[in-house]
């Protein structure tokens, strides 16, 4: 178990990279794809909410911004996973990461945008978005659980359930 601690958190943290990091050509380059995700199926069905723009470019959760955030979420992953004094780093990253997956993850199973991305021409990604998105889920929940021994205190859990702060 100690192996797996101790370099297990590599395949996970190069996943994470990997899928974030070459989703940054289409998020930060206006590619046709992730304008239809971004501005047309996502902004359209925020409009019907009363909250027009707020995935287009320029608004608080356009495809720059998500980007971004994928970007910083990498950084910190792979700088955190190089040294052992920067596994903060690392954990920082998985909780950025899981935070913008999840929202991912919502806006597929919960909007017009679908787990099968049907793009304009009507060709689709049969799925294949949503499962990336899915296993960017699973790796940053595995790197947290890996590196739980360095949020919990910041929980103010020490260890076995044993509190930093008595309730009596």
């Not at 920067?86 to 909780?95: I, K, N, T, Y």
């Not at 991912?104 to 949503?130: C, K, M, Q, R, Y």
């Not at 889920?137 to 103010?156: H, K």
Request: with cysteine; charged share 10%; hydrophobic share 55%.
């Amino acid at each position: 178990m100690n192996a797996l601690r101790r370099h297990g958190h590599w395949i996970p943290t190069l996943y994470v990279g990997f899928v974030f990091i070459q989703s940054l050509f289409f998020k930060f380059t206006g590619s046709p794809e992730t304008v239809y995700i971004f501005e047309t199926k996502l902004d359209a069905w925020a409009a019907t909410l009363g909250l027009p723009g707020v995935f287009a470019p320029g608004g608080i959760f356009s495809a720059r911004v998500v980007g971004s955030a994928e970007l910083v979420a990498s950084v910190l992953l792979l700088a955190g996973a190089a040294r052992l004094s920067w596994r903060p780093l690392q954990v920082l990253g998985a909780a950025l990461g899981l935070a913008v997956i999840s929202g991912a993850i919502f806006f597929h199973l919960f909007t017009p945008l679908g787990v099968a991305v049907v793009n304009t021409d009507g060709s689709t990604d049969g799925g294949e978005l949503f499962a990336l998105a899915c296993g960017v889920w699973a790796a940053c929940a595995l790197l947290l659980w890996l590196r739980r021994e360095v949020w919990l205190p910041w929980l103010g859990v020490r260890s076995r359930g044993e509190h930093l702060i008595s309730l009596r």
